[in-house]
């Protein structure tokens, strides 16, 4: 599959996977309020934490590996430990299900949600494996998460209107077992041996996949466990409406940044992966900052001037408070794209663990600003993100300015 039509593919998986998660929003804030959309916001990201606990963070090593060894070998391998260990997450999940409740869910007698969620852990972490693997192949990659994504929202659908508010949990540990045994149908014509596999070569697979697995689940847990967190004290301190408002607009926000970080990977990592010289480095991310940016200012500047309409259409009338809180979101998000486009250089010059200490610091500090200030209002909220979005820019600048040599 060329570039052209790899960019399609990819736009198109974006955009049934943001209409998706529109259209669940909206019904789930019409038919249960702001509380609604904050305990759903909640378990979104929780579910987050579980799919990259369910494959070991072994998502970039299959890839990788898949392209130097046996790619058969490498997806058996994966699978082994993935399922071995996806026991431990499974009893521990079934352990702590009550406290998982009342944390996540903020009622402590859904416990049963994440008793379901465990038994279906081996199974999520296997599809993520396979679905890794395809990256090969973008085409059946592509095709699985489209068709994740469009399950989701009908299993969503389905069980709200028949089930009620925490039905809907279901479909995002029910979906990944269907895709994974629709998945299967790709390997059909596979011969068994392929993945025949001797102790030497287990070993040395084994080692490789763990050697990726540490950092990545470092970087990949540490923003979803500090969002949770963030949630838990704004419902402290404000109540679960208030919780509900600001999950509201962090959504738009994260729909947005979703767009930014696909144009990132697609077109502006592998283009600067290419180059090795310095001086000719900083012209090719000045002249992409100047692209980016503008883009970046038309596309917050549209959000921002149609934010009564597109908060009317995502939900309903009780949010018309955050209508007021748009600019502070918007201007947190420009300093956020800068400091991505930063954040990507790093990776292309192998600063991964460079990358991974800004990530964990930004991660903890903004847990921490929130445990330790005593806001009072969504306003305080929104003015603590800007000037933190303002602070991290400037520390991933500066570090891009010091390392890059």
Known sequence: ???????????????????????INKVVSVLFGPSGSAVLGQFETFVTIINKLSNLGFDNGIVTLCAKY??????????????????????????????LSKIILMDDSKSSVFVHLAISVIFIGIYRNVLHYFTSNKAKYFI??????????????????MYGMYSVYYSYFITPIIVLIISILFFRNVELRQFRINKLGFKLISMKLFSYSTM??????????????????????????????WQGLWRISEGYLLLIMTILTIYFLPLISKIKVKKKLDIEVISFLKKILLISFIMLLIIFIL?????????????????????YQMISDFFKTIALVYGFV???????????????????????????YEFSSLLDVYKIYLIFSCIYLIIIFLTYKIKVK
């Open 1 to 23: 599959m060329n570039f052209i039509k790899s960019s399609l593919f990819s736009s198109l998986t974006i955009f049934i996977k943001i209409l998706s998660g529109i259209i």
């Open 70 to 99: 046996n790619k058969y070998k490498v997806l058996l391998v994966s699978i082994l430990w993935t399922s071995i260990l996806g026991v431990i997450t499974s009893l521990s999940l079934i352990i702590n299900s009550e406290y």
């Open 144 to 161: 699985l998460n489209i068709i994740t994504s469009l399950l989701i929202l009908i299993f969503s659908l389905l069980f709200i209107n």
């Open 216 to 245: 990545a689940l470092v970087s990949a847990l540490s923003t979803p466990i500090a969002l949770i967190l963030v949630r838990i004290e704004i419902e402290s301190k404000l109540g679960i409406e208030n919780l509900g408002y």
């Open 307 to 327: 934010r009564e309409f597109i908060t009317s259409l995502l939900y309903t009338n009780d949010f018309i408070i955050i209508n007021q809180f748009y600019i």
């Open 346 to 372: 790093l990776i292309s010059l192998k600063k991964t663990k460079i990358f991974i200490i800004l990530q964990v610091i930004y991660s903890l500090s903004f847990y921490l600003i929130y445990k330790t």
